[in-house]
C-alpha cells in the first residue's frame, strides 16, 4: 500500500518521458517526476520516497523529505494567506494548507505556528491543523515512569513549557526543571518523571534516577578537561553558577562529582575541583 503523507519503500517499475513509475507489493503505482530521479538507478531496484497529492489533486512521489509528516506536529513557517486558508513552508513544492476553520488564532504570513499534520477524510489530502488538543489524549497512556520519550514543545505556561508526548499526549516540563535553552518548536528527547492520577504527565529532559549519574560524571569530565583540568565550583557554589556552566541541576552536579571522587577522576580542592593527574 503506498501510504500518502510518509515515507515508502517502492520498486522502479519503468522508465517514461516524465519520470519513474514505482510500485508496492499489491499493484499500485506512483510517478516519480524527472526532476527527482536519481542520477543513476536500475528498474527493480527500491527506492525511498514521500508521496501526496499534487497541484491536481493526483499522488505523486518526491525524493525530497518534507518538515513534517502524517500524524506529526512541527513548527512551520506561513508562506501565505488566501481565501482558503493559511499555506505552510514544509520543505516541498507544493505548501501545506491550514484550512480558517483548523487555525486556532488568525494565522499571519512569515508567522510560524506548531501545526498537527493530517489526512483529510473529505478530500483525501494532506492538510495541518493548529488545533492541537484535538489530536491529543491523556486518557489511555502506556508509558512508564523513567521511559525515554520524544517531545515537542508547543507553548510556555505559568508552570513551565507544555510539550507533546511521542506525538500523542501532553505533557508538562517545569521551569525549575530545564537547564538549558529550548523553544517553542523544538524537538528533543526527556524521560516521564511522574504520571498522575489523572493522567497529566510530568516531564524531565534528562535521565532520572540512578540513570542520571553516568551522563552527569561524563558531562563534568569533559567540561573540566575543556577548562585546563580545573573549574571553580564545588557544593557551596550556586544553583545558577552549576547550571549555566554543566546544564544541569546542583543535586545533579554533586552526584556526579560524587561518581567521579570514588572514581578517582578528580580532586575536590578548597576553591573548586580539578581532574586527578595521578
Not at 165 to 187: A, C, M, Q, S, T
Request: negative net charge; glycine residues 6%.
Amino acid at each position: 500500500m503506498i501510504e500518502l503523507g510518509r515515507i515508502n519503500n517502492l520498486e522502479i517499475l519503468r522508465d517514461t518521458s516524465v519520470g519513474l513509475f514505482l510500485g508496492d507489493e499489491e499493484g499500485n503505482d506512483v510517478l516519480l517526476p524527472n526532476k527527482y530521479v536519481p542520477s543513476t538507478y536500475e528498474i527493480g531496484e527500491k527506492i525511498k520516497v514521500f508521496c501526496y497529492l499534487d497541484y491536481d489533486e493526483r499522488p505523486v512521489a518526491t525524493t525530497l523529505e518534507p518538515d513534517i509528516m502524517l500524524g506529526e506536529f512541527r513548527l512551520l513557517q506561513v508562506a501565505e494567506v488566501n481565501e482558503f486558508g493559511a499555506f505552510m513552508e514544509w520543505g516541498l513544492e507544493k505548501h501545506l494548507l491550514v484550512p480558517f476553520r483548523e487555525q486556532r488564532v488568525k494565522m499571519k504570513e512569515g508567522q510560524w505556528y506548531v501545526v498537527h499534520c493530517y489526512l483529510d477524510e473529505r478530500s483525501s489530502r494532506l492538510v495541518a491543523s493548529n488545533k492541537l488538543d484535538k489530536f491529543l489524549s491523556n486518557d489511555n497512556i502506556d508509558l512508564k515512569v523513567w521511559e525515554q520519550v520524544d517531545l515537542v514543545v508547543t507553548r510556555q505556561t505559568d508552570l513551565g513549557w507544555e510539550v507533546i508526548v511521542n506525538e500523542r499526549h501532553k505533557g508538562l516540563v517545569y521551569f525549575n526543571e530545564v537547564f538549558k535553552p529550548i523553544n517553542i518548536g523544538d524537538v528533543i528527547p526527556g524521560c516521564i518523571k511522574t504520571i498522575r492520577k489523572d493522567n497529566k504527565l510530568d516531564i524531565s529532559l534528562q535521565p532520572l534516577g540512578a540513570k542520571v549519574l553516568e551522563p552527569a560524571a561524563t558531562k563534568i569530565y569533559e567540561v573540566l578537561k575543556e577548562h585546563g583540568g580545573f573549574l571553580p565550583l564545588h557544593d557551596k557554589s550556586s544553583p545558577e553558577e552549576i547550571r549555566d556552566t554543566f546544564q544541569m541541576s546542583k543535586k545533579t552536579f554533586k552526584k556526579g562529582v560524587g561518581t567521579l571522587y570514588k572514581e578517582r577522576k578528580i580532586k575536590l580542592e578548597s576553591d573548586g575541583i580539578s581532574l586527578n593527574e595521578d
